[in-house]
């Protein structure tokens, strides 16, 4: 298992849950995520999804671009399973 991956998103917050949605053309994930986006809760529930997909601590995933963008990379430090949504 890779110690770091990186995970390429496009978000879409207000929606009725979080999941995964599809994967898109250029390479990003989908997913749709039930927070809106007012002081951080999307980004928090969206690194909350992504630690449970990939079996780790929320502190191992860090938003390393688009913060306050819909377009978004992830980084998750040492996971201990790979979804079968990831497309790495």
Not at 10 to 29: A, I, Q, W
């Amino acid at each position: 298992m890779k110690s770091t991956v990186y995970v390429k998103v496009k978000v879409t917050p207000g929606r009725n849950r979080t999941e995964f949605c599809s994967l898109l053309d250029d390479g990003y994930s989908k997913i749709n995520l039930k927070a809106k986006p007012v002081h951080g809760r999307a980004n928090a529930e969206l690194v909350k999804w992504i630690s449970e997909q990939f079996g780790v601590r929320v502190d191992a995933v860090v938003i390393k671009s688009g913060n306050t963008y819909r377009r978004k990379t992830l980084k998750v430090i040492s996971p201990s399973r790979i979804p079968l949504w990831y497309n790495g």
